[in-house]
């Protein structure tokens, strides 16, 4: 069975940076594509970024593009999501997700399998 476990959320201040991690027993999250969703209170779940398990290539949403970067750490079997420059706004409860079909770029609802998630508090 697989599951994902997110780590390195907490309280940022304003300007300062994050580096979320995503680890996974049961399987190599080098075979999956794997991305990160965040929600903030009273909104929904939206897409941060993806990276693909075929050539990682990455993807990101225009709420973090130019601020963020998805690696992955294939030894390790982790994937991180570094983000800069945080504001207010980048607070959420921040989930790593992961689908089998390792093409795939685009963040989507419907990935497979669902981190608990981990919170990021941006201060002003």
């Known amino acids: 069975q697989v599951q994902l476990v997110e780590s390195g959320g907490g309280s940022v201040e304003s300007g300062g940076s994050t580096r979320l991690s995503c680890t996974a027993s049961g399987t190599t999250l080098g075979r999956y594509a794997v991305g990160w969703f965040r929600q903030a209170p009273g909104k929904e779940r939206e897409p941060v970024s993806c990276i693909s398990g075929t050539n990682s290539d990455t993807i990101y949403m225009p709420s973090v593009k130019g601020r963020a970067t998805i690696t992955r750490d294939r030894p390790n079997n982790m994937i991180y999501l570094r983000v800069d420059d945080l504001t207010p706004d980048d607070t959420a409860v921040y989930y790593c997700?992961?689908?089998?079909?390792?093409?795939?770029?685009?963040?989507?609802?419907?990935?497979?399998?669902w981190g608990q998630g981990t919170q990021v508090t941006v201060s002003s």
């Open positions: 997700a992961a689908d089998p079909r390792p093409s795939r770029l685009r963040p989507a609802p419907d990935f497979a399998t």
